[in-house]
């Protein structure tokens, strides 16, 4: 049986487990949200350990989707925040009971994975071409850093999702304007990556499954508002072939970092070479496939009912 860990507004996971029916493939869904009703049995003896969710049977893979934590309207703050922690540590215990399972992937190595300052050291020490960058929030190491580059763009540490009057806005990334630079004394800084924009020809979005590798490209340079996120408006993504070498890489990046599944965004420039962005160690896919035909989740399916 397939262990999927989400929440109930997974539409990736819906994407796949609709697949899963369709070839009479054993899972369960753990919406995390429903833990707060619906909780966990552990079996165990002196023989034999194992984690069986309610009447199923026992795991034998594990898809680590998202998280989401319930909700607790009508709490107190701090009783909130008492149960957030114990449902944390919950869902910890879980992971390390469980740890010695197949995972696409572990969520403790996702998690690292997830750190942008350490993608861009391992993309570099696998030989992948990295913008330069800088991270940082003191302004004049931004000066000095601005000055040497023709251009700069600016995008998040971590997340560019801000929660925005009931809703969720998402930070693109941004050329920084002379105007910006001039005013830059006016506004506090929190740490940012800043990074020397490369003029691009194309955007790639590079699928990784295990030792699988999915290519997909989009035209942004076509119109002006994506030029330089492609992500402000909808365009279409097309399935195509990259070179041999930038294919291994990806696999290799992905191994590094100790992940079976990564979301790799890469460009390449006008001269034809190509350029590590970043990485989503738990990346939105089903998009590409929608798109491109490409067969992503049949590559998921397969790793996760093939025998450690």
Not at 84 to 108: G, I, M, Q, R, T
Not at 258 to 281: S, T
Request: aromatic content about 12%; some cysteine.
């Amino acid at each position: 049986m397939i262990l999927i860990i989400t929440h109930k507004e997974d539409y990736t996971a819906d994407f796949l487990i609709n697949q899963l029916n369709q070839q009479g493939i054993s899972y369960f869904r753990l919406n995390c949200e429903d833990l707060l009703v619906s909780p966990l049995y552990e079996i165990s003896n002196k023989d034999s350990f194992k984690v069986v969710f309610k009447e199923h049977s026992e795991v034998k893979s594990i898809w680590y989707r998202r998280t989401q934590l319930p909700d607790l309207k009508g709490m107190k703050a701090a009783e909130q925040q008492y149960f957030f922690k114990e449902f944390e540590a919950l869902l910890d215990n879980l992971y390390h009971a469980l740890a010695d399972f197949k995972w696409l992937s572990n969520p403790f190595r996702i998690r690292i994975a997830e750190n942008k300052l350490f993608q861009l050291q391992k993309a570099r020490s696998i030989g992948m071409n990295v913008p330069k960058t800088l991270i940082t929030n003191d302004k004049e190491k931004l000066r000095a850093f601005y000055s040497k580059n023709s251009q700069t763009i600016i995008k998040p540490l971590y997340s560019g999702y801000v929660p925005l009057n009931g809703s969720t806005s998402l930070l693109f990334t941004n050329l920084i304007s002379e105007v910006n630079m001039v005013t830059l004394d006016e506004f506090d800084l929190t740490p940012c990556i800043y990074q020397e924009y490369i003029e691009k020809a194309y955007e790639f979005r590079i699928t990784v499954v295990d030792n699988q590798v999915f290519a997909a490209k989009v035209d942004s340079q076509a119109i002006e508002e994506t030029k330089v996120d492609w992500r402000k408006t909808k365009l279409q993504f097309s399935a195509c072939d990259i070179p041999s070498k930038v294919s291994r890489q990806c696999i290799e990046l992905c191994q590094v970092l100790g992940i079976h599944f990564g979301a790799i965004d890469l460009i390449q420039d006008k001269a034809g070479q190509f350029w590590f962005l970043e990485i989503n160690p738990n990346g939105q896919w089903a998009w590409i496939e929608m798109d491109t035909g490409l067969e992503i989740s049949a590559a998921i399916i397969q790793y996760l009912t093939t025998t450690l």
